[in-house]
């Protein structure tokens, strides 16, 4: 990531990461709910001009450090992201919607954030390095496991 953008009348750097949950904090984001989140974020990422430095998607969370131009607010980034990946998921594992505790949402209602400065290399690696130490803890403790062809 560079240090500064561009648009027509700004020069910024508004870098953050965000962390944020399914619903319950359920182990789903593995295989290929795990993939699909992955590309998707990706992708809406990029159509609302969004730039992803690290993005990692672990059993039960997300973690994402973006550049977000000064012209979307966070809430805006993470309303539209948590949407259409919601919408996407249950489009694409329609058996998900039948379950009682999911109802219409897919992701938990918060996310957490904080504005990347001085310390990005230090986040940066941690974003990166962070399914490492996962599988680390998993090794040492059994988790529920969500199978969606269930």
């Given at each position: 990531m560079s240090k500064y953008k561009k648009q027509s009348h700004v020069?910024?750097?508004?870098?953050?990461?965000?962390?944020?949950?399914?619903?319950?904090?359920?182990?789903i984001l593995t295989g290929e709910v795990g993939?699909?989140?992955?590309?998707?974020i990706r992708m809406y990422s990029e159509w609302?001009?969004?730039?992803?430095?690290?993005?990692?998607v672990l059993v039960d969370h997300v973690h994402v450090v973006i550049s977000i131009p000064p012209k979307e607010s966070v809430s805006t980034y993470m309303g539209t992201i948590k949407g259409k990946t919601a919408i996407k998921v249950f489009k694409s594992y329609p058996m998900l919607k039948k379950r009682p505790y999911w109802g219409n949402h897919f992701?938990?209602?918060g996310y957490f954030v904080n504005t990347v400065g001085i310390n990005e290399?230090?986040?940066?690696?941690?974003?990166k390095y962070q399914k490492d130490?996962?599988?680390?803890?998993?090794?040492?403790?059994q988790g529920?496991?969500?199978d969606p062809g269930t």
């Open positions: 020069i910024y750097k508004c870098d953050y990461h965000i962390v944020w949950v399914p619903k319950y904090r359920f182990r993939m699909l989140m992955d590309k998707d609302l001009g969004c730039e992803i430095a690290e993005l990692n992701w938990g209602r290399d230090q986040i940066r690696r941690y974003v130490e996962e599988r680390k803890e998993e090794s040492n403790q529920f496991d969500f």
